[in-house]
Structures are given as C-alpha cells and as structure tokens.
C-alpha cells in the first residue's frame, strides 16, 4: 500500500485552477472534489448507498470530536476502523478535532500540552493533545488525517494571531513526529496533512505556509477562514496561501463554502473543499441549484410540480416536485430532509464535476463567472 | 381501466389461510399482503426508491385525515392525485379519517350528518361526513378508498358498540351512494371497501359482516380491532369475522399489528394488512427480525459487527451492522430512523412473502407455529 500521490492534469490558462487525481489506498479522487461531512460516521439523513448513486461523492469527512465521544475508539477499533464500521468503502478524511473542540464544547482550557475541554453530550472532561488526536485518527482510520491546530476566532488581533499560529506549528511538530512513529493499524496507508493558520494577516500566513511546506506532506490544508471574516478576505487570504504553498500537493480549504465561495477559491488553486453547508442549509429548507438559490418553504412551490432541479444529473432531484418537496418540509417528514440533503449533496458534486471539466477544456475563469452569476440568482 | 379483482390461488390444507393476487389498475398484488403507511403521502423516513428497492412494497397506504389537512385538496388534485404527487406508481390505499378523527383530532362531535373535529396541527375546525370522505378519497385518488366509519374504543359496552355498528351502516349506505353517483377523476378505476364494524359481539360482528357482504364489494375491511381488547379477544372476532365474509373477496384486517398477528390471523382467511408498527417501532429502536425481536438501543449489540439481519433478502439489512445502527440511534443520526424503518419493513414483506409460499405449498399451518415461536424471541 502507498502514500497518497496527487497527479495534475491541468491549469487552467486564465486562473489558478487545476484539475488533477489524489490516488489512496480507498481509491482515486478526482480534483477539485468537494467532500460530504459525515459528523458521527452518517452523513446525516444519507446512506452510503445513496451517497455513491445519487450523490456520487468519491470522499467523505468524519469529526475526529464527534467520533471519539460516540460510538468512541474502542468500537470503532474493534470494527477495524471506520471504513469497516459505517461501510464507506471510498476514501476518508478525518479532521483533528480541533475547530469542533472551540466551536462546540464547553468549558475548554488551552495549554502547551493540548486543550482541555467538556464534552457537549454529558459534560466529561477529556483531553486533546497532538500525540493522541494523532493516534485517535490512527484507530478512527482515515486515509487523509489531519494536524491539531487552534483555530483563532474570526477578527482575532495580530498577537492573538500570531500566538495561536506559533502554538499551532509546535503543535505540528509533535504531530509530525507522532504521526512518523506510529504504524498505519489497518493495512493501508495513512496521510497527515498539515494546516495554516495565521488569520487574516498576510505576513503570518506567508511563515505559516512555508512552515507547513517545509514538512512536504502529500498535501496541505488551508484553516481558520470562514470563521466571520468578510468575504473578501477570505478570498484575499486564500489566494495568497495558494500562491505560497507547492503547486505539487493538493489544498484543501476547510470548511468553505457556498458554491460560489468554491468555484472563487477553485480559481486560485484549491483543490479539496468540505463544508456542512449543503447538508445543514438543506435540513432548512434552503436548495442550491443549477439555476439559483430556493427556499422550498416558500409558499411560490405550493403548487410547482416541476422536478426540484431538472438540470441536474440526480435521480433524486429530477424524481422528486419542488411542490412534494415543500409538502414534506412543511409537514416536518423525515423524508424531507433526506430529499434536500441528497439533492444539495449531488448539486455541489455536480458543481465540481462542472468546474473539473472546464479547467481540463482551459476555458473556467469564463465560465466561472457566468456561473457564479446564475448560483446567486434567488429564484 | 377496470374494477379491482381478486383471484384466488389456494387455500392451506391445514388453515384458512389463502394466496391470491388482486389487480387494480396501477399493478397487482400477491396476497397475503403488508402495506406500509405513508401517513402524509411519505413513508417516513424511507424514500420511494427505497419502498421498491428495498422494502419490496406492491402496496401502500395513505391517510385521509393528514393528507385532508396538509397538503390539502388543491395541492393534490391540481397534482393529479397521490401517485402523481408522491410519485409511488403502484397501487395506493387511503383509510377514510374515521380512525385519526377519533384518535389524533381535537374537541369532535359525533352527529348523524358525520364527525366535526379540531385539526391537530391549527386547531381548525372540519367535517367529515360520508359524502365529503369520498369526495376527498376521489381526489386523493387511492385505487382503493374506505367507507367513513365509527370506530368505538376497545373495551366498548353492548349498547355503545350496536349503536355505533348501526351509525356506520348507515354511514355506509351513504357512502356507497355518493361513491357510485361520482366518477374516477384520474382516469383509472377507485375501488370503495366498506368496513365491518360491532366491537367484540359475536352478533353485531356477524350481522355487520352480513350488512356490508350484501353491499358485493370488490374487498371487505375488518374494522375496529386492536384498539385495546385482549389479544385472544381480537384473534376470535377475526375469526369470526373471516368465516361470515365472502370468500372470493379480499379481506383487510385494519390497523393490526404485530409479526405474529400477522401470521395468525393470515391462518384466519385474512389477506390483506397494514399498521404503522414497523416504522414507528422502528424509530424507537425496536427491530422485528428472521431470529426474533431486540432492541437496538441495548448494550448487548455494541460491539456486535454481524448484519442487523443476516437472514433477510434487504441490502440494508444484510450491509449496516447492528454495532453500526446501534451507534446512529445513540446518536440521534436520521440515517438510524431510515435503517430501522427500512429493515423492519423489508421484514414484514418478506413475512408475507414467505406465508404466501407456505399456502402454496400448502405447509402454512404448521411453518406458522414454528415461525411464530422464533419471532416472539427475545434477542
């Protein structure tokens, strides 16, 4: 079994997109690929069938956090590792836990050695260093495991910035050599990224890129924007990371985005992106579509009988009416959420399909703008 | 487009239980038959697909009284019906809101005119009345719809269960008389059955049975079971009931129930079933399997990576572990309602699937006996 390589294919001429395959032990991704989260080995109210015929997602997430407090190591161990627990036979990435353990957890105490925090399901105290996040994701067993960092709130101050970012690269180290020290526990091979951090300051990112480089993972990711910036410095920052991190390796950018966000951030160069956004807007009633942007609650589909979105290759969605649809969300039916879930799964699987496409032809930075022109549109 | 038919295969040697084959103008149906309840036009939490491909349902459900309330008339006439609406293409049946009236809604007055009740979900008032229930049920558009009956509550006294038998005579007569005055608005032909109504008396059973045998329905409903009477109550007024309907009709059993309901009263001469108990019990983790019963929720199966059932002929079933669906009920993941809803369903078809090969064969009698001892065990 072999490390993760990454074969470019393409740059497009008139940005910074490429086009490529990350080859695993799981199988081959077609880049750039947007990667459904599934939070606690679900993606949620999606089976894994449904996620390869109608979504057609090559990769998924899982949340190291969420994971270790349920079903927690031990049944995940015993499985023989996610991929055996929840039947996802493609690839997965897991992240470090740590945007989770900031975000979601109670009372958290960040020291040297790691952060101390409460779990949200029963308030247990539990610790997340380097060291064990790296042999959490050992057990949990993902083909892409991720670096622990400390993700600086959106807004954070130059020291504060600066501060976290040091930790996080010390944090890095210890992954590092944690990660080299401890043998792959399923037989086929895992691969630690590293993640930059730095906020919004150009001169932190630029050291945190080259810090991160310098270790020459398989593949780097970009953390700590879309966390309350403006938009535009998301972009500003996330196009200045792409242009300081190796053009040989894939990026990932965590947690971005809307789809227009994703299509922006694939003309700079990203090449993997995740997000709950499909899943969770999707769970509110709020579609993203090949012609715009709906709000299936609105009274204006009470009586549209048309297919959620005929322009789209998902059974689910041209089967489906935007009026049943509408019907199912008002009535609070489960199926519901399952129906927008699927349908704004496989819409930004189609999205980057799309994307992948037109940077092979050499005509995206055209078609992109088009394009994000018609996402926008509020139908 | 034809009226339903019924044409019976065999009669078990050793019970009265028969196999047949119903055709309605959407497709046939191998009886004995379980049909699956899609309350408000869905089955919860599992997809149309996933009915076919999975649960193998011929038939489903729908209920009058939620479907009346939300999404109401106009969403489904300007629709073209139920099937056009929910895109199920098989054949549909819908009760008659008799049982949700008494059972779900507000505040409700029993008059001679019909029931006026409180909507659940805003408080609204309505009427139902015999005339206005087929009206509703030609709009909902099931290849089969219910005559508007009383359904008393188990352990009703002499008197309370004659003058409601006799309310939903009448009831009936109205019924059939609207029915037969108003034409099928989709162009295929609906189907009234009227409903044997008399509580736990023999006398009223039989002269009920005998009231709504004289109407020569395409199919026959035993109503007014499984409502809080003793079990052994319930098996003898099936029974009962069976012997003093006609033959060469089918015969539904409403609302009943367990595996080894099923499977008895299947012994009695009934053919066709349906109840929310596979899914509702489903989603509170309780599995009906080929070995027995068990609670997912238990700590027993946390560690246990076999199938949930190794024994069904369901992809579901056979590919998610019960450690697997275990941890996504823990969870509280939507992904476990659909796993659960979908495994128990998949059982109850593939029970009369099995009980049918059984009559056939002629052996039903005694495969019953012993099936009925494995399923009742406690896993």
Redesign the interface.
């Known amino acids: 079994m072999a490390a993760l390589e990454f074969r470019l294919e393409n740059t497009d001429p008139g940005s910074a997109a490429r086009a490529g395959t990350i080859t695993t032990d799981h199988g081959t991704i077609q880049t750039p690929i947007f990667m459904p989260v599934g939070t ?10 449904q996620l390869v015929s109608d979504v057609k997602a090559q990769i998924i997430l899982g949340n190291t956090y ?1 994971l270790y407090l ?2 927690g190591l ?2 995940l161990e ?2 023989g590792g996610l991929h ?4 996802w036979a493609k690839p997965i990435l897991t992240d470090s836990g740590g945007y989770q353990v900031f975000s979601l957890a109670g009372t958290r105490i960040i020291r040297e050695e790691g952060v101390t925090f409460q779990s949200h399901i029963d308030g247990s105290r539990h610790l997340f260093s380097p060291e064990n996040v790296m042999d959490i994701q050992r057990i949990i067993g993902g083909d892409i495991i991720m670096a622990f960092d400390e993700c600086p709130p959106g807004g954070s101050d130059y020291t504060y910035a600066r501060t976290s970012m040091e930790l996080t690269h010390r944090w890095l180290d210890r992954c590092w050599e944690r990660f080299h020290n401890t043998p792959d526990k399923y037989g086929y091979t895992q691969n630690l990224f590293p993640i930059v951090q730095g906020g919004t300051f150009k001169d932190l990112r630029k050291a945190s890129c080259e810090y991160v480089a310098a270790k020459n993972a398989t593949g780097n990711a970009i953390g700590g924007l879309s966390v309350g910036e403006p938009e535009p410095v998301m972009y500003e920052i996330c196009d200045w990371c792409c242009q300081h991190l190796p053009a040989e390796k894939p990026r990932y950018l965590m947690g971005v985005g809307t789809p227009w966000n994703i299509l922006e951030c694939i003309g700079m160069g990203v090449d993997m992106f995740d997000c709950v956004m499909p899943t969770r807007n999707g769970r509110n009633a709020m579609l993203f579509t090949t012609r715009g942007v709906l709000n299936i609650d609105n009274k204006k589909w ?2 549209d ?1 048309s297919p959620i979105d005929e322009g789209l290759d998902c ?2 969605s041209q ?3 935007k ?2 649809l509408r ?2 969300m ?2 609070k ?3 519901g ?3 927008a879930s699927i349908h704004n799964l496989a819409f930004y699987l189609w999205l980057v399909r799309q994307a992948r496409e037109h940077i092979l032809q050499g005509d995206f930075a055209g078609w992109k703008t088009e394009m994000i022109e018609r996402l926008r549109t509020k139908l």
């Open positions: 606690a080995g679900s993606v949620k109210a999606v089976t894994q069938q969420h349920r079903p031990e049944v015993r499985a055996r627990f929840n039947g009470e009586f009988y059974e689910v089967f489906y009416s009026a049943y019907h199912l008002k009535a039916e489960f199926l959420l399952t129906i």
